[in-house]
């Protein structure tokens, strides 16, 4: 056992963390580039998952992603309060678990609903700070060796700055108005509520079994329970 979480995840709520989230990076509208490193990072590692994960506040938000079940590829989300993601943005640094069941200081919903061991993430930062993890995730405990982690590493450099490059297309804003804050949180409210739209719609349409229906609902409980 190795992993202990941080006292302080003040940083999640950092009003100028969250004023980095420009309309791009919370679009479902899959990016070639980011999706092609996330693949690379699946080829690179052997680990079947790769993520973008963008830790908002009430969600993870996964902006690319390989090898996600049917779930998750619908609401392209998870709680922030379960994920592992939370911690590399907390901690600004990387975070390595061999094998999540001997980890207690994790948080077990994804552990156990979707039998998640080994993780390896990396900041992603855009404007200097934190916005989420470039990751790789296996359901069976792993280790990855020094080469492959600073292989890694240079991934999610590279996705770091295609995120700066998809804030820079969006007008500076002029304003830092008490209406302009009140603005973006209500967009924020309505951009963490599609994962619930999304997989309603995939449910109603018949591309989800009632059994994923519910698992990805579990995912998004926090969702559920303050739209309620």
Do not use: H
Not at 2 to 16: R, T
Not at 53 to 61: A, D, E, G, P
Not at 174 to 181: L, R
Not at 191 to 213: C, I, K, M, V
């Amino acid at each position: 056992m190795s992993f202990v979480p941080p006292q302080d995840m003040s940083v999640l709520d950092d009003a100028g963390r969250l004023a980095s989230f420009e309309a791009p990076l919370l679009d479902s509208t899959p990016d070639p580039e980011l999706q092609a490193l996330v693949a690379e990072a699946t080829a690179l590692t052997g680990f079947p998952i790769g993520l973008v994960s963008l830790v908002v506040r009430k969600i993870q938000f996964f902006r690319a992603q390989v090898g996600l079940p049917p779930d998750l590829s619908a609401t392209l989300a998870t709680d922030r309060c379960t994920s592992f993601c939370q911690f590399v943005v907390a901690r600004g640094e990387g975070l390595r678990i061999e094998d999540a069941t001997r980890e207690p200081g994790l948080p077990r919903d994804l552990v156990e609903r979707y039998g998640i061991r080994a993780y390896v993430g990396f900041p992603l930062t855009v404007q200097g700070r934190t916005v989420g993890s470039f990751c790789v995730i296996d359901a069976k405990p792993a280790r990855l060796e020094a080469g492959v982690l600073t292989k890694l590493e240079e991934l999610a450099r590279r996705a770091s700055a295609r995120l700066e490059e998809m804030v820079r297309q969006v007008p500076a804003s002029t304003s830092s108005s008490e209406a302009e804050a009140q603005a973006r949180n209500a967009w924020l409210a309505v951009a963490e509520a599609q994962p619930l739209l999304s997989l309603s719609e995939r449910f109603a349409d018949g591309q989800l079994s009632f059994e994923e229906f519910q698992r990805g609902i579990g995912a998004l409980a926090g969702l559920t329970d303050s739209s309620g």
